[in-house]
């Protein structure tokens, strides 16, 4: 029997002892039962159901108690990282919980990748002017933001973009979609970026501080 709250999931144990009533505590991240012998997995059901509200509470005042390891930014927002063995990763409010940090990589992984993509179909979509469909790669890059290769069609951008807002993927993906039409930085060049991104300027200084 398991109990579900914010896409995490907390396993009920139940004890059978000579009892008179059935007792309900949380601790390290499990719901505990104890109830006579004759109550049945149905009627425990029903009083944890009647209890949910309660075991919310006990649920969020552990996890604003919970040791913290760390921070971690995604696309501007910041989540305190917890480190639990016994849970799946989940995202509570501004924290992520996680078994380990390979399991944090693995998701910030995988996040990355599906955001980038779909964040560069989009604007390729968008965009009026006739242009190759881009191949998207993504690596840790020193001094660039993002990379256009014109003559295989391939679009790099830094895995770094994820620690800032989501409107400065946008602007490196505008900008090097805009490199398959104006191969230089000519004023040329700016005034198409500035079609798709009319702010860009300000969105360069905030990725230059």
């Known amino acids: 029997m398991n109990f579900t709250y914010n896409n995490r999931t907390y396993p009920v ?18 719901i505990n039962v ?7 997995t149905r009627e425990i059901e029903k009083i944890i159901k009647n209890n949910e509200k309660t075991i919310i509470k006990w649920i969020e ?7 913290e390891s760390g921070t971690i930014t995604i696309f501007g927002k910041k989540y305190k990282v917890v480190i639990e063995n016994s849970h799946k990763f989940s ?9 380990s940090e390979k399991e944090l990589t693995k998701y910030i992984d995988n996040y990355l990748k599906i955001t980038y ?7 390729y979509n968008k965009y009026e002017e006739k242009i190759p469909l881009p191949n998207l790669k993504i690596r840790k890059m020193k001094s660039r933001w993002g990379v256009c ?16 807002n989501i409107e400065c993927l946008d602007y490196v993906i505008i900008h090097e ?3 398959f039409i104006h191969f ?13 991104c009319p702010n860009y300027k300000k969105i360069r200084q905030n990725l230059r501080n």
């Not at 993509?117 to 989009?122: G, K, R």
């Open 34 to 40: 104890t109830s006579p012998p004759y109550v049945t």
């Open 61 to 67: 005042k552990e996890a604003q108690n919970t040791p």
């Open 117 to 123: 993509q779909n964040h560069l179909d989009y604007w």
């Open 91 to 99: 995202i509570l409010g501004n924290k992520i919980y996680t078994s």
């Open 149 to 164: 290769n014109i003559k295989n069609n391939n679009v790099t951008l830094n895995s770094e973009l994820i620690k800032y």
């Open 13 to 30: 144990k139940i004890t059978k002892k000579n009892n008179k009533n059935t007792y309900l505590r949380y601790t390290n991240g499990t």
């Open 184 to 196: 230089n930085h000519s004023q040329e060049f700016w005034n198409q970026v500035a079609k798709y």
């Open 177 to 179: 979609l805009s490199h």
